[in-house]
């Protein structure tokens, strides 16, 4: 019992520092977002408050802090105070399930760099997923306003119409990995690019490293599409389309609540841009290691001396931690980058018109994603039986 | 099993606590509550609102979500199907031909609907 | 009491108790919220039964589109508090109340006792030390078998639960309920044949696609149907209820 | 606790089978007792659930996957009963700007 209790009690430590290492990393990103577009539009942005207008952050947190705590009178309050809170729990319940690094061990204990390492990986990110337009819907009913609800009901029609052609894009990469564990997928893309059809191997291409982007480029670009109609960004921000909506959902909404759809969005880009990495760029593992995680782990063996005399830990154990940070490193450099795409994307393109969206949806990504799907199915049938 | 579901039931308890705790203290450290008639009313630009909500909602939105819900059946039969298919694949051709009798029905249903016209938005 | 009971009883109190919320709410939003709450709730059960796609396929499917769909519909008809009260006095309440109630009283005195029966047999079955004379012994004649239920017609088969259900245990020794007591989960070991953590999706798909292919084709159709009925109901142009 | 206690707390397939009944009384109740048409489908709804948690339990206790595959089809139904009855809905209230069960006896003719 008493080492069940530590191993609870580490746990629950570890998931309340994900969770707060996920909430602190939005304001950071908002940093960025401000600064970003301030260059992109040839502006300064936020520059005063601190070194880089860094101070910025504490000053908006501040000032969400000490709001006036606003209720509508017309609101239903129950589903008005609850709405931020399921905006927000989707979101991290979803980056749940992101193996950020291989696990690592200390003093005896390993620690996996992941909330929960479910084994449906992939679906049960999709599931809870689906459950983010309840915090839209409640909060767009529940405020008693018209820019509220119809923001709410464009959110979740948009947001429902997109899910199908990003689950179908799903299907071909799980036609290629033959699981829904993400870690799994991981490591069937560490080593050169493997591309094998009809016993011949293609040689020429094995520079490349072995992301699952070479096999499945169409599913990428859906998944990457459906990624901006999901987390509700430009150009697909009609929701929040400020001309016609003022704020959409969260018109009535102020203060720290206000902030915790902001949470909740940040979290659903985060995940979007970790599930990117994940399925199409090789996720934690290095680029070019040919032997994945355990070559990195070999080379910290021999290199990992000064660590282990410092902290007086095994050779195997400091290995381990050295190892989980170089993923790490490489897991926020590829998702950072992703994360930095979605910026970018937000100040170049123009919104899109509601109908132009839904087109985009049903009539565009939905037939490429079934094409995309029966492609790869035809495929693999012919790879297997050859007519000729 | 313990091991996968434990932690997503201590992390809904830890954003639980951490929404009501947040709502709750920011409630306290605002500015007194002060509110106006016009404040208290639903937001509008710069007119008096009307608090009543007579918009009506084209059906387009319910069809939406219904298409879905349909279309969403199919992507679940889908996972499992996509996870064994390469397995099955090497026994018989034959999962291979039911994928595809069950794509082309439901390619029909698509076909129908678009050219009902119940995809249209303008 | 261990973790898994512990999760099962307050699974199941929450699931009551917002099924119980979904009847008896006057606003028919507070229903919806409170039913895809039950769902996810089931689908965390089912995910404590290792059925872990069908877990998250319940989550997906009816808390994630069915739910959402009645979420938008009774938003957005504007469906405020209902005017009457769901529970007022009268007979013809009393009766429907009381009705669900013996129904309710049935079905759990049929399960926990069709259960008890049958599995007085597979325990014996599935015990570790049980050897193939065993398993031809019938179990002292109280507990009916698998067999027989199957052979007795529908009103019949109530007869030997009703015989049993005067106290089931009751003629059991003290040793034997023990064994029953110690035996009445399948061990872990032998659920085995694919119920074991991820071997259980695989499992169900392979099943799913071979097995049941009929119904996979037919839910094809089905799904068919349904499209096009719920297009011709609620498209506005050429629907059945083109308002000119 | 005491050692009855802890037996009938343990969990068994009585014990799923005993939630299932009852969550599937209360659906039977919503449909009894409620006039509202989209509430009546969302007991039905619960209902349905209900049979779903018998199917996974027995797979579970009798090591039978047959059960869980078979929740797959009542979720299929369950889907399309939800799609077109709501579409049902949507004509009938559009019409009477009511969801009352009472008016659907105005739909024949």
């Known amino acids: 019992m008493g080492d069940g209790l530590l191993e609870f009690i580490v746990n629950t430590v570890k998931i309340a520092l994900i969770f707060f290492a996920v909430v602190s990393t939005v304001p950071l990103l908002v940093w960025v977002e401000r600064r970003g577009s301030a260059f992109m539009q040839n502006r300064l942005g936020p520059n005063r408050v601190g070194p880089l207008g860094l101070l910025q952050l504490a000053a908006d947190a501040v000032k969400f802090i000490f709001k006036e705590p606003f209720v509508p009178e017309a609101a239903d309050k129950a589903l008005y105070f609850m709405a931020p809170a399921l905006c927000l729990l989707p979101a991290m319940l979803t980056f749940a399930a992101i193996p950020l690094s291989t696990p690592f061990t200390v003093g005896g204990h390993t620690f996996k760099m992941q909330v929960t390492d479910i084994n449906v990986g992939i679906v049960y990110i999709f599931a809870v997923a689906s459950l983010g337009v309840y915090g839209i819907l409640v909060a767009g009913w529940s405020s008693s306003n018209k820019y509220s609800l119809l923001g709410a009901l464009r959110a979740s029609s948009q947001m429902i119409s997109y899910e199908v052609a990003m689950g179908l894009s799903i299907i071909g990469v799980i036609l290629k990995y033959k699981t829904f564990d993400l870690t799994k997928m991981i490591g069937a893309q560490t080593g050169p690019f493997n591309f094998t059809w009809q016993g011949h191997n293609f040689e020429p291409l094995s520079w490349l490293p072995n992301w699952g982007i070479f096999f499945q480029p169409v599913a990428f670009i859906l998944f990457f599409t459906a990624g901006f109609a999901e987390t509700n960004r430009l150009p697909f921000d009609l929701p929040e389309g400020e001309a016609e909506l003022v704020a959409g959902y969260h018109t009535e909404y102020g203060g720290f609540k206000f902030n915790m759809f902001f949470m909740g969005e940040y979290g659903h880009m985060m995940t979007s841009a970790a599930l990117i990495t994940i399925l199409f760029f090789g996720g934690y593992a290095l680029p070019w290691a040919g032997g994945g995680p355990v070559q990195v782990q070999e080379f910290w063996l021999s290199h990992s001396t000064w660590l282990s005399q410092t902290l007086s830990l095994s050779a195997s154990e400091a290995a381990s931690v050295l190892t989980m940070v170089t993923h790490l490193a490489c897991f926020s450099a590829k998702m950072g980058f992703f994360l930095f795409v979605y910026i970018w994307v937000r100040w170049t393109l123009p919104r899109f018109r509601y109908d132009q969206l839904m087109d985009l949806g049903w009539k565009t990504m939905l037939p490429w994603s079934l094409a995309n799907l029966g492609a790869t199915t035809a495929l693999m049938f012919f790879a297997r039986y050859n007519p000729l | 099993m313990i091991q996968q579901l434990a932690p997503i039931l201590v992390l809904i308890a830890v954003v639980v606590i951490f929404s009501v705790v947040a709502i709750f203290l920011t409630s306290l450290t605002g500015p007194k509550k002060n509110p106006t008639i016009a404040k208290q009313m639903p937001y509008e630009c710069g007119v008096p609102g009307i608090n009543v909500r007579t918009t009506k909602f084209p059906v387009k939105f319910y069809l939406t979500a219904i298409l879905f819900i349909l279309f969403d059946i199919e992507v679940i039969f889908l996972y499992p199907w996509a996870l064994v298919f390469s397995d099955l694949l090497k026994k018989s051709p034959f999962v291979f031909i039911e994928m595809m009798i069950f794509m082309v029905i439901l390619t029909f249903g698509l076909f129908y609907v678009w050219k009902g016209q119940a995809l249209d938005w303008d | 009491m261990t973790v898994e009971d512990l999760l099962f009883h307050s699974f199941a109190v929450m699931a009551v108790l917002s099924a119980l919320f979904v009847v008896f709410n006057r606003n028919p939003v507070y229903s919806a919220l409170f039913l895809a709450l039950c769902m996810s709730v089931l689908g965390a059960m089912f995910f404590t039964l290792n059925a872990y796609f069908v877990a998250v396929a319940q989550i997906t499917v009816y808390a994630g589109a069915v739910m959402v769909l009645f979420v938008m519909v009774v938003m957005l008809f504007d469906l405020k508090r209902e005017a009457e009260e769901i529970l007022k006095f009268s007979p013809v309440t009393l009766a429907k109340v009381l009705a669900a109630a013996l129904l309710c009283g049935f079905l759990v005195g049929t399960g926990w006792l069709g259960v008890t029966a049958v599995k007085g047999n597979l325990a014996l079955h599935l015990a570790p030390s049980a050897t193939a004379a065993d398993l031809e012994k019938p179990i002292d004649g109280k507990i009916p078998r698998m067999e027989e239920k199957k052979e007795t017609s529908p009103d019949e088969a109530r007869e030997p639960l009703a015989k049993v259900s005067g106290n089931p245990d009751e003629d059991l020794t003290a040793a034997e309920e023990a064994r029953l007591v110690e035996n009445a989960t399948v061990p872990e070991s032998r659920v085995g044949g694919g119920l074991e953590e991820f071997g259980s999706t695989v499992t169900l798909s392979r099943v799913l696609f071979s097995k049941f292919v009929f119904a996979f084709e037919a839910v094809s159709a089905l799904l068919l149907v349904a499209i096009v009925g719920a297009v011709a109901l609620a498209r506005s142009k050429g629907g059945t209820h083109h308002v000119s | ?109």
Do not use: C, W
């Not at chain 4, 343990?10 to 989209?38: E, P, Q, T």
């Open chain 4, 1 to 109: 606790m005491s050692p009855e206690l802890a037996r009938v707390l343990h969990v068994s397939l009585n014990h799923y089978l005993a939630l299932s009944a009852i969550l599937f009384s209360v659906g039977v109740l919503g449909v009894l007792l409620r006039k509202n048409a989209i509430v009546i489908l969302m007991s039905i709804e619960l209902m349905l659930n209900a049979v779903n948690l018998d199917f996974v339990a027995f797979a579970k206790y009798n090591s039978n996957i047959d059960g869980q595959a078979m929740v797959f089809f009542v979720m299929t139904i369950a889907a399309a009963e939800a799609a077109v009855g709501l579409a049902i809905a949507v004509a009938v209230f559009k019409r009477f700007k009511e969801v009352n069960i009472s008016y659907f006896e105005k739909l024949k003719g």
